[in-house]
Nanobody, 123 residues
Framework: VQLQASGGGLVQPGGSLRLSCAAS????????IGWFRQAPGKQREAVSC????????VYIESVKARFTISRDNAKNTVYLQMNSLKPEDTAVYYC?????????????????WGKGTQVTVSS
């Protein structure tokens, strides 16, 4: 089982990045997938997640209207399109999975985490 996050980098404020979370060793369409981030000196926080049951999505308030999560089950990959990036978006971004579930936001109860990818927003 592997979750590989990629696509991070250095970008200027206002720029865009698309992160990818490639899954291997399991079938993505049976899992909810979440993106999380951890900035230096801060706790890890959930950013967004997408349900496997109905494709519904959840975002934290600070990224709404700027970030878009999507999944391509055929490619076993989940994406996080990040637009209008701000310096406060700087963090290591991780993706994680949980078996398909209902009754709680899809970023709770993750059972497997991938390694992160660094996103730095700076001029």
């Amino acid at each position: 089982v592997q979750l590989q996050a990629s696509g991070g980098g250095l970008v200027q404020p206002g720029g865009s990045l698309r992160l990818s979370c490639a899954a291997s060793g399991f079938t993505l369409d049976r899992y909810d997938i979440g993106w999380f981030r951890q900035a230096p000196g801060k706790q890890r926080e959930a950013v967004s997640c997408v349900s496997s049951r109905d494709g519904s999505t959840v975002y934290i308030e600070s990224v709404k209207a700027r970030f878009t999560i999507s999944r391509d089950n055929a490619k076993n990959t989940v994406y996080l399109q990040m637009n209008s990036l701000k310096p406060e978006d700087t963090a290591v971004y991780y993706c994680a999975r949980r078996p398909s579930a209902s009754g709680s936001k899809c970023w709770y109860g993750m059972d497997y985490w991938g390694k992160g990818t660094q996103v730095t927003v700076s001029s």
